[in-house]
């Protein structure tokens, strides 16, 4: 497969900055194993056209799952400061509410942005590419779309 260098650029800055969604938000020393089901190496093993591409790069262009992120992680360090001031446990208490109050939009922000965006990809696949796709997330061990995980990503 051949790609143009701006594809590359993309794809590359895309890995960076977009790479595993949620790990950014559980914070460091907490790793994931990557975008979930539609990961870029995984992407890259499903001979793309350079029309696909350009429409995949789009679709994780129209969400700011960085931002997101980056907010949840400043939640998470106000977290961690306020908890290493708590003096009771009723102090306590009430910060994990206020956190929990906090996060939870996010979270389930990100959740349905990370849900669109593998809708929107699927759209862009030809039934060749979903189909190799559904093989290499077997192989992987991956839990398949419509199916109950049997672990937590």
Do not use: C
């Not at 591409?53 to 400061?81: C, E, F, M, P």
């Not at 942005?113 to 991956?142: D, F, N």
């Amino acid at each position: 497969m051949k790609f143009t260098k701006p594809f590359t650029v993309a794809l590359v800055l895309t890995i960076i900055f977009a790479g595993p969604f949620a790990a950014g938000a559980m914070g460091p020393g907490i790793h994931h194993q990557g975008a979930g089901l539609f990961a870029m190496k995984t992407l890259l093993e499903l001979n793309l056209s350079d029309e696909q591409r350009s429409q995949i790069l789009s679709i994780y262009g129209k969400y700011d799952i960085q931002g997101v992120r980056n907010i949840l992680w400043q939640a998470r360090k106000s977290l961690w400061t306020a908890l290493s001031q708590a003096t009771s446990e009723e102090s306590i208490d009430l910060i994990v509410t206020a956190y929990s109050q906090q996060v939870t939009p996010l979270q389930q922000q990100l959740l349905s942005m990370r849900a669109k965006i593998i809708y929107e990809i699927k759209a862009v696949l030809t039934p060749a590419q979903l189909q190799q796709l559904q093989s290499l997330r077997q192989h992987r061990g991956r839990p398949q779309s419509g199916s109950s995980p049997t672990t937590t990503p």
